[in-house]
């Protein structure tokens, strides 16, 4: 059967365990305080059990640097960085994805390869589904399949009406429970940024307390291959060839998830979006790639050997996905910054600070990567994605803030420890005047004479007056 498209629908989204926001970041990202229900239509795997996919796992570790495997795979640990869930049902086979499109209705129905959760110990994951298209050789189908297939709520109100850009359902068939979104529920009154149904229960199916918010809006982020002998040629020929079909609004709407149109109607713009989304290294011999901030894709002819396939299928699908993590947690941490801005005067504001603060080292030491990989595509293509996210600007504006919330503790901690200092120092001072009294009193030898009760009560109001001037000079000092 031929394979015409692969299509990889990742959601990622932030998490958050219910009843823990005013409990210090570390622990409202702890995976062990997530209630795992363990569904039987999940597993969590550590490894994979057919000999295929344990040479795919082979394989991904050799391209990867050592040091990048504890955040792309689950060791099974206490210290764990991701968990790993996967369904049962697709490994059965007999699974599909049903895509019914727009306000035309017309149906795609791709197969379910797997239908994977990971939970990452930074209040971030993803789920991915990963289809095959053995059905619909066009074009314009894998554009709209591309287009329809991820996107999971309305972006405007009424396109519940309409369809423009939400497809008309979107459902799953072979699975153990009904899996299916038409959008019917969504009006004005709704919450935000609320996620199509199927994806909340199966994620609560693996992590029941936790809530979810999208990460890039209303689109899940897309992976897909296409064979098109026509257009492999076609840019393949000459460099004329090449950037004709590259300024070709096809190219543009596949690399940027388009369908009816192409959203940049500005050439100038198009030509400088889709030059700096394209990776053209393998131009000459039929493939081409490219990436945005909700993409990556490749294009080549039926000839294209399998392992490049599969090699996009698996190296490239965790690259992207350790991308838009890195994306994703930045997005959480800047959350938890503003919401520990608004706490500032409550007692636990420095240990909310402090907790921040030490997760963020953990996640520029253990996720936040510049390179993953010694080879040269590896390089090149995680550069298009680290640009096309913006990760160097975001995380360097995240170091900016948390490094200013950090030294405002340390002056807050400071002023705080000059001012108890300052205290007893003031304490020492008041109690002078009562010891100089009191040695005063036992050294007198007329203390038994009548004049001792006139002379104690006079010192005692001295010892007063002293008091009530000192106190009043530390009130006055420490405003």
């Not at 062990?32 to 994979?48: D, Q, T």
């Not at 060791?75 to 490994?91: G, K």
């Not at 935000?192 to 199927?198: D, L, Q």
Request: charge should be negative; aromatic fraction near 16%; charged fraction near 25%.
């Amino acid at each position: 059967m031929n394979k015409y498209s692969f299509h990889n629908f990742m959601f990622p989204f932030r998490w958050k365990i219910k009843d823990l926001d005013d409990k210090p970041f570390s622990e409202q990202i702890d995976l062990h305080n997530i209630h795992y229900a363990m569904s039987p239509n999940w597993e969590r795997l550590v490894a994979p059990t057919v000999n295929a996919e344990l040479d795919n796992l082979y394989n991904e570790r050799n391209y990867f640097f050592e040091f990048v495997h504890s955040a792309l795979y689950d060791d099974n640990s206490d210290t764990t960085l991701v968990r790993h869930y996967e369904r049962c049902e697709p490994r059965q086979g007999g699974v599909t994805y049903r895509v019914v499109c727009g306000s035309v209705k017309k149906e795609y129905i791709l197969d379910v390869q797997a239908i994977n959760l990971n939970l990452y110990s930074t209040g971030v994951g993803v789920l991915s589904i990963y289809l095959y298209n053995n059905r619909y050789a066009d074009a314009n189908d894998v554009l709209a399949i591309n287009q329809y297939g991820r996107r999971v709520f309305p972006a405007f109100i009424n396109d519940v009406n309409i369809r423009s850009e939400i497809a008309h359902s979107l459902a799953f068939d072979g699975l153990n429970g009904v899996y299916e979104e038409n959008f019917k529920n969504y009006n004005n009154g709704i919450k935000s940024n609320t996620p199509a149904s199927f994806v909340t229960k199966m994620v609560h199916e693996v992590a029941e307390n936790i809530e979810l918010q999208p990460v890039i809006d209303d689109r899940m982020f897309v992976l897909c291959w296409y064979k098109n002998d026509k257009f492999a040629n076609q840019f393949q020929n000459s460099n004329k060839d090449y950037e004709q079909f590259l300024y070709d609004d096809w190219w543009y709407k596949y690399v940027f998830i388009d369908s009816n149109y192409k959203t940049c109607p500005n050439d100038m713009m198009s030509h400088q979006l889709i030059e700096k989304a394209t990776y053209p290294r393998w131009q000459q011999w039929g493939t081409l790639y490219g990436v945005s901030r909700y993409s990556m894709v490749m294009l080549t002819g039926n000839g294209c050997p399998d392992y490049l396939t599969t090699y996009f299928e698996t190296e490239y699908a965790r690259m992207a996905e350790l991308a838009f993590i890195q994306r994703a947690t930045v997005l959480r941490f800047s959350s938890e910054i503003t919401k520990i801005s608004n706490i500032s005067v409550k007692r636990d504001f420095s240990e909310r600070v402090s907790s921040l603060y030490r997760e963020y080292i953990r996640f520029e030491n253990q996720i936040f990567f510049r390179e993953i990989s010694a080879q040269d595509q590896g390089i090149e293509m995680y550069q298009l994605l680290y640009g096309a996210m913006n990760l160097k600007e975001q995380v360097e504006k995240l170091d900016e803030e948390i490094e200013e919330l950090y030294n405002f503790v340390s002056l807050r901690e400071d002023r705080r420890t000059n001012n108890t200092m300052s205290l007893l120092t003031w304490i020492t001072t008041i109690f002078l005047p009562i010891t100089v009294i009191t040695g005063y009193f036992s050294m007198n030898e007329y203390t038994q004479n009548k004049m001792f009760v006139f002379e104690s009560f006079a010192m005692f109001g001295f010892a007063v007056l002293v008091i009530s001037i000192v106190f009043a000079i530390y009130k006055k000092q420490i405003k």
